[in-house]
Protein backbone atom coordinates (compact mmCIF):
# COMPACT_ATOMS: atom_id res chain seq x y z
CA UNK A 1 0.00 0.00 0.00
CA UNK A 2 1.43 3.38 -1.20
CA UNK A 3 0.46 6.55 1.07
CA UNK A 4 -0.74 7.17 4.05
CA UNK A 5 -0.62 3.88 5.58
CA UNK A 6 -0.50 4.57 9.35
CA UNK A 7 -3.18 6.90 9.22
CA UNK A 8 -5.08 4.34 7.22
CA UNK A 9 -4.50 1.86 9.66
CA UNK A 10 -5.55 4.02 12.16
CA UNK A 11 -8.75 4.83 10.89
CA UNK A 12 -10.01 1.35 9.95
CA UNK A 13 -9.04 0.16 13.95
CA UNK A 14 -10.82 2.99 15.10
CA UNK A 15 -13.93 1.73 13.04
CA UNK A 16 -13.41 -1.57 14.27
CA UNK A 17 -13.77 -0.15 18.01
CA UNK A 18 -16.62 1.68 17.43
CA UNK A 19 -14.73 5.15 18.10
CA UNK A 20 -15.68 6.47 14.80
CA UNK A 21 -18.96 5.68 12.77
CA UNK A 22 -17.87 4.12 9.31
CA UNK A 23 -20.19 5.85 7.28
CA UNK A 24 -19.36 9.49 8.59
CA UNK A 25 -15.52 8.55 7.94
CA UNK A 26 -16.65 7.67 4.53
CA UNK A 27 -18.25 10.61 3.47
CA UNK A 28 -15.02 12.58 5.04
CA UNK A 29 -12.94 10.36 2.89
CA UNK A 30 -14.95 11.05 -0.24
CA UNK A 31 -15.02 14.89 0.30
CA UNK A 32 -11.27 14.84 0.85
CA UNK A 33 -10.77 12.81 -2.32
CA UNK A 34 -12.89 15.40 -4.36
CA UNK A 35 -11.24 18.20 -3.08
CA UNK A 36 -8.10 17.23 -4.34
CA UNK A 37 -9.55 16.39 -7.83
CA UNK A 38 -10.37 20.01 -7.63
CA UNK A 39 -7.40 21.16 -6.18
CA UNK A 40 -5.38 19.03 -9.27
CA UNK A 41 -7.64 20.33 -11.97
CA UNK A 42 -7.12 24.35 -10.92
CA UNK A 43 -3.47 23.71 -10.87
CA UNK A 44 -3.43 21.72 -14.21
CA UNK A 45 -5.50 24.71 -15.82
CA UNK A 46 -2.80 27.19 -14.10
CA UNK A 47 -0.28 25.04 -15.72
CA UNK A 48 -1.18 25.47 -19.39
CA UNK A 49 -1.44 29.02 -19.10
CA UNK A 50 1.63 29.27 -17.51
CA UNK A 51 2.80 27.14 -20.87
CA UNK A 52 0.93 29.32 -23.34
CA UNK A 53 2.41 32.23 -21.92
CA UNK A 54 5.96 31.06 -21.63
CA UNK A 55 5.76 29.81 -25.18
CA UNK A 56 4.10 33.31 -26.24
CA UNK A 57 7.21 35.02 -24.64
CA UNK A 58 10.12 32.70 -25.77
CA UNK A 59 11.49 32.02 -29.27
CA UNK A 60 11.64 28.02 -28.28
CA UNK A 61 14.44 25.75 -29.88
CA UNK A 62 15.60 22.06 -29.01
CA UNK A 63 18.17 23.66 -26.58
CA UNK A 64 15.51 25.26 -24.75
CA UNK A 65 12.35 22.67 -24.28
CA UNK A 66 15.54 20.04 -23.42
CA UNK A 67 16.86 22.14 -20.80
CA UNK A 68 13.40 22.79 -19.23
CA UNK A 69 12.42 19.64 -19.30
CA UNK A 70 15.49 18.02 -18.08
CA UNK A 71 15.83 20.72 -14.84
CA UNK A 72 12.09 19.18 -14.26
CA UNK A 73 13.01 15.53 -14.28
CA UNK A 74 16.15 15.95 -12.25
CA UNK A 75 14.84 18.18 -9.22
CA UNK A 76 11.32 16.05 -9.05
CA UNK A 77 11.03 12.66 -7.20
CA UNK A 78 10.37 9.58 -9.21
CA UNK A 79 12.73 10.86 -12.36
CA UNK A 80 12.82 7.58 -13.99
CA UNK A 81 9.41 8.12 -14.82
CA UNK A 82 9.42 11.65 -15.58
CA UNK A 83 11.79 10.75 -18.19
CA UNK A 84 9.75 7.63 -19.47
CA UNK A 85 7.31 10.28 -19.99
CA UNK A 86 9.63 12.79 -21.45
CA UNK A 87 10.29 10.50 -24.31
CA UNK A 88 7.01 8.93 -25.24
CA UNK A 89 5.06 12.84 -24.81
CA UNK A 90 8.18 13.64 -27.63
CA UNK A 91 6.87 10.74 -29.63
CA UNK A 92 3.34 12.03 -29.24
CA UNK A 93 4.50 15.50 -31.20
CA UNK A 94 6.26 13.55 -33.36
CA UNK A 95 3.48 11.41 -34.77
CA UNK A 96 1.04 14.47 -34.86
CA UNK A 97 3.50 15.89 -37.07
CA UNK A 98 3.09 12.51 -39.40
CA UNK A 99 7.15 11.52 -38.65
CA UNK A 100 5.89 7.97 -39.15
CA UNK A 101 2.98 7.53 -41.01
CA UNK A 102 2.92 3.59 -41.75
CA UNK A 103 3.82 3.36 -37.55
CA UNK A 104 1.26 3.84 -34.54
CA UNK A 105 2.37 5.14 -30.91
CA UNK A 106 1.44 2.58 -28.30
CA UNK A 107 0.33 4.34 -25.43
CA UNK A 108 2.34 4.80 -22.52
CA UNK A 109 2.73 1.64 -20.40
CA UNK A 110 3.08 1.59 -16.55
CA UNK A 111 6.24 1.92 -14.67
CA UNK A 112 8.37 -1.14 -15.00
CA UNK A 113 6.10 -3.20 -17.48
CA UNK A 114 8.74 -3.52 -20.55
CA UNK A 115 9.20 -7.38 -19.40
CA UNK A 116 8.25 -10.25 -21.53
CA UNK A 117 5.41 -11.21 -19.19
CA UNK A 118 3.43 -7.84 -20.16
CA UNK A 119 4.90 -8.19 -23.84
CA UNK A 120 6.92 -4.75 -24.27
CA UNK A 121 10.37 -4.36 -25.48
CA UNK A 122 10.80 -1.15 -24.19
CA UNK A 123 8.93 2.02 -22.61
CA UNK A 124 8.60 3.70 -26.06
CA UNK A 125 7.06 1.22 -28.97
CA UNK A 126 6.08 2.15 -32.15
CA UNK A 127 3.67 -0.42 -33.79
CA UNK A 128 3.06 -1.62 -37.09
CA UNK A 129 0.28 -4.31 -37.37
CA UNK A 130 -0.08 -4.72 -34.04
CA UNK A 131 3.69 -5.63 -33.95
CA UNK A 132 6.65 -3.87 -32.17
CA UNK A 133 8.69 -2.25 -34.93
CA UNK A 134 10.78 0.41 -33.01
CA UNK A 135 11.21 0.03 -28.99
CA UNK A 136 13.33 2.40 -26.37
CA UNK A 137 13.67 1.76 -22.74
CA UNK A 138 14.70 4.34 -20.93
CA UNK A 139 17.15 3.62 -18.46
CA UNK A 140 17.54 6.60 -15.79
CA UNK A 141 20.62 6.52 -13.27
CA UNK A 142 21.84 3.51 -14.73
CA UNK A 143 25.03 3.04 -16.89
CA UNK A 144 26.16 -0.40 -17.69
CA UNK A 145 23.72 -2.24 -19.68
CA UNK A 146 25.01 -5.95 -20.02
CA UNK A 147 22.16 -7.77 -18.08
CA UNK A 148 19.47 -5.27 -20.11
CA UNK A 149 21.12 -6.14 -23.53
CA UNK A 150 20.92 -9.80 -22.52
CA UNK A 151 17.34 -9.48 -21.69
CA UNK A 152 16.63 -7.78 -24.83
CA UNK A 153 18.22 -10.98 -27.15
CA UNK A 154 15.06 -12.94 -25.29
CA UNK A 155 12.28 -10.68 -26.40
CA UNK A 156 13.45 -10.13 -29.48
CA UNK A 157 13.16 -13.97 -30.27
CA UNK A 158 9.75 -13.51 -29.70
CA UNK A 159 9.53 -10.07 -31.67
CA UNK A 160 10.33 -10.78 -35.32
CA UNK A 161 8.94 -7.17 -36.51
CA UNK A 162 11.46 -5.16 -34.83
CA UNK A 163 13.86 -3.11 -36.58
CA UNK A 164 14.93 -0.82 -34.24
CA UNK A 165 15.95 -0.97 -30.99
CA UNK A 166 17.78 1.11 -28.24
CA UNK A 167 18.63 1.94 -24.57
CA UNK A 168 18.26 5.73 -23.55
CA UNK A 169 20.23 6.53 -20.52
CA UNK A 170 20.20 9.87 -18.10
CA UNK A 171 24.08 9.22 -17.62
CA UNK A 172 27.26 8.23 -20.09
CA UNK A 173 27.20 4.64 -20.75
CA UNK A 174 30.16 2.93 -18.64
CA UNK A 175 31.88 0.15 -20.59
CA UNK A 176 31.02 0.16 -23.97
CA UNK A 177 33.42 -1.17 -25.71
CA UNK A 178 33.01 -4.40 -23.88
CA UNK A 179 29.44 -3.93 -24.55
CA UNK A 180 29.52 -3.25 -28.88
CA UNK A 181 30.49 -6.67 -30.08
CA UNK A 182 27.29 -8.02 -28.15
CA UNK A 183 25.15 -5.32 -29.89
CA UNK A 184 26.47 -6.15 -33.14
CA UNK A 185 26.33 -9.76 -32.67
CA UNK A 186 22.59 -9.07 -32.01
CA UNK A 187 22.21 -6.82 -34.79
CA UNK A 188 23.07 -9.65 -37.06
CA UNK A 189 21.02 -12.41 -35.49
CA UNK A 190 17.98 -10.28 -35.74
CA UNK A 191 18.44 -8.01 -38.35
CA UNK A 192 17.98 -4.80 -36.45
CA UNK A 193 19.48 -1.51 -35.70
CA UNK A 194 21.02 -1.56 -31.70
CA UNK A 195 21.66 1.78 -30.28
CA UNK A 196 22.75 3.14 -26.90
CA UNK A 197 22.39 6.88 -26.48
CA UNK A 198 22.09 9.21 -23.84
CA UNK A 199 19.04 10.77 -23.10
CA UNK A 200 20.09 14.30 -24.74
CA UNK A 201 21.78 12.18 -28.02
CA UNK A 202 18.31 10.74 -28.23
CA UNK A 203 16.21 13.92 -28.48
CA UNK A 204 18.73 15.61 -30.92
CA UNK A 205 18.18 12.05 -32.98
CA UNK A 206 14.43 12.57 -32.98
CA UNK A 207 14.71 15.95 -33.88
CA UNK A 208 17.09 15.20 -36.76
CA UNK A 209 14.65 12.62 -37.44
CA UNK A 210 11.55 14.84 -37.73
CA UNK A 211 13.40 17.76 -39.59
CA UNK A 212 14.03 15.41 -42.23
CA UNK A 213 10.80 14.29 -43.01
CA UNK A 214 9.88 18.37 -43.56
CA UNK A 215 6.61 18.14 -41.93
CA UNK A 216 7.15 20.50 -39.55
CA UNK A 217 10.21 23.11 -37.78
CA UNK A 218 12.45 22.89 -34.67
CA UNK A 219 10.85 25.47 -33.00
CA UNK A 220 6.71 23.73 -33.54
CA UNK A 221 8.62 20.54 -33.12
CA UNK A 222 9.66 22.00 -29.19
CA UNK A 223 6.81 23.53 -28.26
CA UNK A 224 4.59 20.92 -29.20
CA UNK A 225 6.88 18.47 -26.97
CA UNK A 226 6.39 20.97 -24.29
CA UNK A 227 2.27 20.79 -25.25
CA UNK A 228 2.41 17.12 -25.24
CA UNK A 229 4.57 16.69 -21.93
CA UNK A 230 2.60 19.03 -19.59
CA UNK A 231 -0.61 17.87 -20.98
CA UNK A 232 0.18 14.34 -20.48
CA UNK A 233 1.07 15.42 -16.58
CA UNK A 234 -2.18 17.21 -16.75
CA UNK A 235 -4.16 14.24 -17.46
CA UNK A 236 -5.27 15.99 -20.18
CA UNK A 237 -3.81 12.57 -22.52
CA UNK A 238 -5.35 9.73 -21.35
CA UNK A 239 -6.18 8.01 -24.50
CA UNK A 240 -2.34 8.10 -25.41
CA UNK A 241 -0.48 8.63 -21.84
CA UNK A 242 -2.73 7.20 -19.03
CA UNK A 243 -0.47 8.02 -16.25
CA UNK A 244 -1.55 6.41 -12.87
CA UNK A 245 0.82 7.87 -10.56
CA UNK A 246 0.06 11.08 -8.41
CA UNK A 247 1.15 13.89 -10.44
CA UNK A 248 -0.01 16.55 -8.33
CA UNK A 249 3.69 17.08 -7.07
CA UNK A 250 5.36 17.15 -10.70
CA UNK A 251 2.39 19.76 -11.73
CA UNK A 252 3.40 22.11 -8.77
CA UNK A 253 7.04 21.57 -9.80
CA UNK A 254 6.87 21.75 -13.66
CA UNK A 255 4.81 25.11 -12.46
CA UNK A 256 7.51 26.39 -10.88
CA UNK A 257 10.38 25.45 -13.51
CA UNK A 258 7.42 27.57 -16.17
CA UNK A 259 7.16 30.51 -13.84
CA UNK A 260 10.69 30.77 -12.91
CA UNK A 261 12.21 34.65 -14.45
Given at each position: MRGARSEWVSLVEAIEKDEVVSEIALRYLLSQLLNQADNFRRLALQTIENLTLFLEATVIDKGISLSLILRHINQSDYAA??????????????????????????????????????????????????????????????SYLRDEIEELSEKLEVHPAVRKAGFVTSLEAERID??????????????????????????????????????TTEQELASAWLIAYTESLAQRRREIAPIDEPCYQWLLKLNETLTIK
Open positions: RLMEIAMHSLMQAMQEYQVFPDSLLKPLSQMRSANKKHGNIGDIELLEDRQIVEAWDAKYGKELMPRCHEIEEIFGISLEIVTFKEWVGLQFARTLAEET
